[in-house]
């Protein structure tokens, strides 16, 4: 277990890392308008959003060990829980975080108890195949427009504060990811946490140990599917639009991409994972035009070697493989 340490080593190269990371994410705001360049600040949003949903994902990937294709679904469920309300003038945070949270709960619940009877390739196709269903009910809502997609009417309001402004919305983003990593580390820490992390070791022990495993995932399930519903409203509020595309199979397999770059099983590694997958999604096509402008479209080739490597060289990603 000592991939799993139960206390932080404050002088680590996985903490410091962590403490620089957040100190600079939570300066950010301020440094981009003393420089004026807002632009980074809603980048850095959508990078923290992405976290938060790989953070999600990595509570029953990297410490569960299921393989879930099918993540994105619960995104789509967030930002379709701000769009239509607004459509109708619901505005409140309160109301569409409500709405975003129960609707996740219990599709999730029904999907959990579905595809956790399987495991392997079949618990993947299963996980695969909601988020597919889920994908192509969103397209036929015709009435919220449908492959269009829906524009949000205006973004959340939370009472004392409301989302219309870029930086309160990148901090609220700040806010969920703290939250969500705490949470993270406390429930992989606990008893629940063991169970769960022992499960992935070996599932057939733990059920001999008498810890009923199947409710222990299905928790787990439950709760990555929530923290990703919160990441849709983030998303949906930042953008200003929900789309079907937003629970599209390759959004759940660039969320699985994130946690294993980051570090497979770590708190911290989807946060790490996030910020180099997506600050290379937004530099490559302009290095790529300005060094080889022949070849600008095919800047992917050059992020799937970079990923390859990572896999090949840091088996446990790169915040991984500090040692903690």
């Not at 009877?117 to 009910?137: D, E, P, S």
């Not at 990555?224 to 990441?231: G, L, M, T």
Request: charged letters at 10%; one cysteine or more.
């Amino acid at each position: 277990m000592k991939f799993f340490p139960t206390a932080i080593t404050w002088s680590s190269p996985r903490a410091i890392t962590a403490i620089i990371v957040l100190t600079a994410l939570a300066v950010l705001p301020w440094v981009a308008a003393a420089f004026d360049a807002n632009y980074y600040v809603s980048l850095t949003t959508r990078i923290l959003i992405y976290a938060l949903a790989a953070i999600g994902l990595n509570l029953i990937l990297g410490f569960g060990g299921m393989v879930s294709l099918g993540h994105a679904m619960y995104v789509l469920l967030g930002a379709y829980a701000v769009a239509i309300p607004a459509s109708h003038g619901v505005t409140s945070g309160f109301t569409q975080v409500a709405i975003a949270v129960s609707s996740t709960a219990l599709l999730a619940a029904g999907v959990g108890a579905v595809s956790l009877r399987t495991t392997g390739i079949a618990f993947i196709m299963i996980t695969l195949a909601f988020a597919q269903m889920l994908f192509f009910g969103a397209v036929s809502l015709k009435d919220y427009g449908g492959d269009d997609g829906l524009t949000v009417a205006s973004r959340s309001s939370f009472g004392l504060f409301d989302l219309s402004n870029n930086v309160t919305l990148y901090y609220a983003a700040f806010v969920a990811v703290l939250v969500a990593l705490y949470l993270s580390w406390r429930a992989v820490l606990s008893p629940f946490g063991l169970v769960l992390r022992g499960s992935k070791a070996n599932a057939r022990r733990a059920i001999a140990l008498g810890h009923p495993i199947f409710q222990y995932q299905l928790v787990a399930y439950i709760a990555s599917a929530i923290v990703c519903a919160v990441a849709g409203v983030l998303l949906a509020n930042l953008t200003l639009f929900a789309s079907p595309s937003y629970g599209a199979w390759t959004v759940s397999g660039e969320l699985i991409v994130i946690v294993i770059l980051g570090g497979l099983g770590t708190v911290f590694g989807p946060v790490v994972g996030a910020i180099i997958l997506l600050v290379l999604e937004e530099a490559l096509p302009t290095l790529v035009e300005l060094v080889l402008p022949d070849y600008k479209s095919n800047w992917m080739l050059l992020l799937g070697l970079f990923i390859f490597v990572v896999a090949l060289v840091l088996k446990r990603g790169v915040f991984g493989s500090l040692k903690p």
